[in-house]
């Protein structure tokens, strides 16, 4: 499957943020770099990635549009589920726009 490179406006766009909260936001992960090899996500790494909060990403969680699966009492969330959640976002955006 072949990634497009998103442009950051239209990630903000559909994040309902803007561009300078958004880069923000990237730059104050502290340090923290996310690891490309794993395919389950805490909640909080997943919500880093996206550039927003770990209580809005528990609420894309609860609502489904972020799916989610529990091992053990872990909350984990499919690597692939971020860039797809962006994706459908995305859709919806553009979708929205032509309408």
Known sequence: MSEMPLELSRVAHALGTTEHVLLRLIADQDGLEADPTLVALTVEEAARRLG??????YEFVVSGEIPSVKIGSLRRIPADAVGAFLAKRLSAADLATAA
Not at 52 to 57: D, F, L, V, W
């Open 52 to 57: 927003i909060g770990r209580t809005k990403m």
